[in-house]
Protein backbone atom coordinates (compact mmCIF):
# COMPACT_ATOMS: atom_id res chain seq x y z
CA UNK A 1 0.00 0.00 0.00
CA UNK A 2 1.32 3.71 -0.65
CA UNK A 3 -0.75 5.03 2.05
CA UNK A 4 -2.13 8.59 1.43
CA UNK A 5 -0.59 10.42 -1.58
CA UNK A 6 -0.24 14.17 -1.92
CA UNK A 7 0.91 16.01 -5.19
CA UNK A 8 2.60 18.59 -5.45
CA UNK A 9 4.98 18.24 -3.30
CA UNK A 10 5.81 22.04 -3.32
CA UNK A 11 4.17 24.61 -5.47
CA UNK A 12 4.76 28.72 -5.62
CA UNK A 13 1.64 30.39 -6.70
CA UNK A 14 0.69 34.24 -7.57
CA UNK A 15 -1.87 36.15 -5.69
CA UNK A 16 -5.00 35.69 -7.31
CA UNK A 17 -4.20 31.88 -9.19
CA UNK A 18 -6.36 28.96 -8.52
CA UNK A 19 -4.85 24.89 -8.07
CA UNK A 20 -6.05 21.60 -7.04
CA UNK A 21 -4.04 20.05 -4.59
CA UNK A 22 -4.55 16.18 -4.79
CA UNK A 23 -4.82 13.36 -2.29
CA UNK A 24 -5.23 10.08 -2.87
CA UNK A 25 -5.30 6.56 -0.01
CA UNK A 26 -5.48 3.13 -1.16
CA UNK A 27 -6.35 1.56 1.92
CA UNK A 28 -10.20 2.01 1.28
CA UNK A 29 -10.98 4.37 4.25
CA UNK A 30 -13.86 5.86 4.22
CA UNK A 31 -13.07 9.43 6.15
CA UNK A 32 -10.22 11.78 5.10
CA UNK A 33 -9.46 15.27 5.88
CA UNK A 34 -7.56 18.56 4.67
CA UNK A 35 -4.97 20.27 7.41
CA UNK A 36 -3.00 23.64 7.27
CA UNK A 37 -0.04 23.56 9.21
CA UNK A 38 1.24 27.74 9.58
CA UNK A 39 5.04 27.93 10.94
CA UNK A 40 5.08 27.39 14.61
CA UNK A 41 1.72 26.13 14.83
CA UNK A 42 -0.19 22.76 15.05
CA UNK A 43 -2.48 21.25 12.08
CA UNK A 44 -6.05 23.08 11.66
CA UNK A 45 -8.59 21.32 10.04
CA UNK A 46 -9.81 22.69 6.54
CA UNK A 47 -12.42 20.09 5.26
CA UNK A 48 -13.57 16.72 6.14
CA UNK A 49 -15.52 13.71 4.58
CA UNK A 50 -17.03 11.15 6.05
CA UNK A 51 -17.47 9.17 2.63
CA UNK A 52 -18.10 9.86 -1.19
CA UNK A 53 -20.45 12.20 -1.64
CA UNK A 54 -20.38 13.83 1.91
CA UNK A 55 -18.38 17.08 2.95
CA UNK A 56 -18.10 19.15 6.03
CA UNK A 57 -16.23 22.32 7.12
CA UNK A 58 -13.59 22.60 9.42
CA UNK A 59 -12.28 24.87 11.52
CA UNK A 60 -10.70 27.01 8.70
CA UNK A 61 -12.37 26.73 5.64
CA UNK A 62 -12.85 30.24 3.72
CA UNK A 63 -10.85 30.14 0.57
CA UNK A 64 -10.92 26.63 -0.26
CA UNK A 65 -13.11 24.31 -1.81
CA UNK A 66 -13.34 20.19 -1.56
CA UNK A 67 -15.68 17.44 -3.34
CA UNK A 68 -15.59 13.67 -2.87
CA UNK A 69 -16.80 11.76 -5.86
CA UNK A 70 -14.68 8.52 -5.14
CA UNK A 71 -13.47 7.14 -1.65
CA UNK A 72 -9.89 7.05 -2.61
CA UNK A 73 -9.37 11.00 -3.61
CA UNK A 74 -10.15 13.65 -1.68
CA UNK A 75 -8.97 17.35 -3.67
CA UNK A 76 -8.60 20.56 -2.26
CA UNK A 77 -9.26 23.40 -4.70
CA UNK A 78 -7.72 27.03 -3.96
CA UNK A 79 -9.75 29.94 -5.67
CA UNK A 80 -7.90 33.31 -5.97
CA UNK A 81 -5.29 31.98 -3.69
CA UNK A 82 -3.94 35.07 -1.19
CA UNK A 83 -0.96 35.24 0.91
CA UNK A 84 -2.10 34.20 4.12
CA UNK A 85 -2.65 30.70 2.22
CA UNK A 86 1.21 30.17 2.00
CA UNK A 87 1.03 27.10 4.39
CA UNK A 88 2.14 23.34 4.53
CA UNK A 89 -1.11 21.10 3.51
CA UNK A 90 -1.52 17.73 4.52
CA UNK A 91 -4.29 14.89 4.24
CA UNK A 92 -5.02 12.29 6.22
CA UNK A 93 -7.43 9.47 6.19
CA UNK A 94 -9.30 6.98 8.63
CA UNK A 95 -10.62 3.83 8.97
CA UNK A 96 -14.38 4.04 10.58
CA UNK A 97 -13.85 0.33 12.52
CA UNK A 98 -12.34 -0.81 15.01
CA UNK A 99 -9.34 -1.25 16.12
CA UNK A 100 -7.56 2.00 14.45
CA UNK A 101 -11.02 3.54 13.88
CA UNK A 102 -9.88 6.58 14.99
CA UNK A 103 -5.74 7.03 13.89
CA UNK A 104 -5.33 9.47 11.34
CA UNK A 105 -2.94 8.10 8.66
CA UNK A 106 -0.96 11.44 6.73
CA UNK A 107 0.14 12.15 3.64
CA UNK A 108 3.66 13.73 3.45
CA UNK A 109 2.27 17.29 3.06
CA UNK A 110 2.39 19.52 0.09
CA UNK A 111 4.45 23.05 0.92
CA UNK A 112 2.56 25.87 -1.00
CA UNK A 113 3.88 29.91 -1.02
CA UNK A 114 1.65 32.39 -2.01
CA UNK A 115 3.69 35.53 -3.97
CA UNK B 1 -14.58 24.69 21.86
CA UNK B 2 -11.91 22.33 22.74
CA UNK B 3 -8.48 23.75 23.65
CA UNK B 4 -4.89 22.00 23.35
CA UNK B 5 -1.95 23.51 25.43
CA UNK B 6 1.31 22.72 25.11
CA UNK B 7 3.23 24.93 27.42
CA UNK B 8 6.81 23.92 26.59
CA UNK B 9 7.84 25.18 23.16
CA UNK B 10 11.19 23.42 23.07
CA UNK B 11 13.30 20.91 25.29
CA UNK B 12 16.40 18.95 24.74
CA UNK B 13 17.47 15.99 26.43
CA UNK B 14 20.70 13.74 26.35
CA UNK B 15 20.33 10.51 24.56
CA UNK B 16 19.78 6.95 26.80
CA UNK B 17 18.00 10.13 29.41
CA UNK B 18 13.68 10.20 29.78
CA UNK B 19 11.86 13.15 29.28
CA UNK B 20 8.73 14.07 29.43
CA UNK B 21 6.37 16.27 27.48
CA UNK B 22 3.11 18.09 29.17
CA UNK B 23 -0.13 18.48 27.98
CA UNK B 24 -3.55 19.96 28.87
CA UNK B 25 -6.64 20.71 27.53
CA UNK B 26 -10.26 21.99 28.06
CA UNK B 27 -13.25 20.38 27.08
CA UNK B 28 -16.35 20.03 28.76
CA UNK B 29 -17.17 16.34 27.05
CA UNK B 30 -16.74 13.31 29.04
CA UNK B 31 -16.16 10.47 26.13
CA UNK B 32 -12.99 11.62 23.73
CA UNK B 33 -9.98 10.36 22.50
CA UNK B 34 -6.26 12.10 23.44
CA UNK B 35 -2.89 11.55 20.92
CA UNK B 36 0.62 12.46 20.93
CA UNK B 37 1.79 12.87 16.80
CA UNK B 38 5.47 13.20 16.16
CA UNK B 39 6.57 14.83 12.87
CA UNK B 40 10.25 14.19 12.20
CA UNK B 41 12.00 16.78 9.78
CA UNK B 42 11.00 14.46 7.09
CA UNK B 43 7.50 16.56 7.47
CA UNK B 44 5.23 13.27 8.20
CA UNK B 45 3.17 12.60 10.98
CA UNK B 46 3.36 9.43 12.77
CA UNK B 47 0.79 8.73 15.58
CA UNK B 48 2.91 7.63 18.87
CA UNK B 49 0.64 7.13 21.49
CA UNK B 50 -3.23 7.00 21.98
CA UNK B 51 -5.39 7.78 24.98
CA UNK B 52 -8.83 6.63 25.29
CA UNK B 53 -10.89 8.82 28.39
CA UNK B 54 -13.08 6.43 29.81
CA UNK B 55 -9.60 3.64 30.13
CA UNK B 56 -8.30 4.60 33.97
CA UNK B 57 -5.11 2.50 32.71
CA UNK B 58 -2.63 4.72 31.33
CA UNK B 59 -1.72 4.02 27.57
CA UNK B 60 1.94 2.73 26.78
CA UNK B 61 3.77 1.95 23.70
CA UNK B 62 7.52 0.44 24.38
CA UNK B 63 9.67 3.19 24.97
CA UNK B 64 6.28 5.85 25.46
CA UNK B 65 4.36 6.14 28.26
CA UNK B 66 1.55 8.53 29.05
CA UNK B 67 0.32 9.87 32.40
CA UNK B 68 -3.49 11.01 31.85
CA UNK B 69 -4.76 12.92 34.63
CA UNK B 70 -8.78 13.18 33.99
CA UNK B 71 -9.69 15.04 36.44
CA UNK B 72 -6.81 17.55 36.01
CA UNK B 73 -7.39 17.42 31.84
CA UNK B 74 -3.82 17.10 31.79
CA UNK B 75 -1.81 14.32 29.16
CA UNK B 76 1.80 14.07 29.17
CA UNK B 77 4.12 11.87 27.28
CA UNK B 78 7.03 10.07 28.83
CA UNK B 79 9.91 9.14 26.69
CA UNK B 80 12.23 6.61 28.20
CA UNK B 81 15.68 5.73 27.21
CA UNK B 82 15.55 8.73 24.49
CA UNK B 83 17.21 8.19 20.96
CA UNK B 84 18.63 10.48 18.55
CA UNK B 85 15.54 9.16 16.14
CA UNK B 86 13.04 10.80 18.80
CA UNK B 87 14.42 14.13 17.31
CA UNK B 88 11.31 15.57 15.88
CA UNK B 89 8.21 18.20 16.69
CA UNK B 90 5.81 16.81 18.91
CA UNK B 91 1.87 17.39 18.77
CA UNK B 92 -0.83 16.46 21.58
CA UNK B 93 -4.20 16.22 19.87
CA UNK B 94 -7.66 15.54 21.29
CA UNK B 95 -11.12 14.10 19.36
CA UNK B 96 -14.04 14.20 20.44
CA UNK B 97 -16.33 10.65 20.48
CA UNK B 98 -18.60 11.38 17.94
CA UNK B 99 -19.94 9.13 15.66
CA UNK B 100 -18.93 11.23 12.06
CA UNK B 101 -17.53 13.50 13.62
CA UNK B 102 -13.53 12.19 14.59
CA UNK B 103 -12.00 15.51 14.19
CA UNK B 104 -8.63 16.44 15.89
CA UNK B 105 -7.63 19.48 17.19
CA UNK B 106 -3.65 19.84 17.44
CA UNK B 107 -1.72 22.07 20.23
CA UNK B 108 0.86 24.11 18.98
CA UNK B 109 3.80 21.56 19.38
CA UNK B 110 6.90 21.17 20.66
CA UNK B 111 10.28 20.62 19.40
CA UNK B 112 12.16 17.79 21.49
CA UNK B 113 16.22 17.49 20.71
CA UNK B 114 17.78 14.63 21.38
CA UNK B 115 21.36 15.33 22.22
CA UNK B 116 24.58 12.56 21.22
Known amino acids: NAGVTQTPKFRILKIGQSMTLQCTQDMNHNYMYWYRQDPGMGLKLIYYSVGAGITDKGEVPNGYNVSRSTTEDFPLRLELAAPSQTSVYFC??????????????FGPGTRLTVL | AQTVTQSQPEMSVQEAETVTLSCTYDTSESNYYLFWYKQPPSRQMILVIRQEAYKQQNATENRFSVNFQKAAKSFSLKISDSQLGDTAMYFC?????????????FGKGMKLTVNP
Open chain 1, 92 to 105: ASSPNDRPSFNEQF
Open chain 2, 93 to 105: AFMKHVPGSEKLV
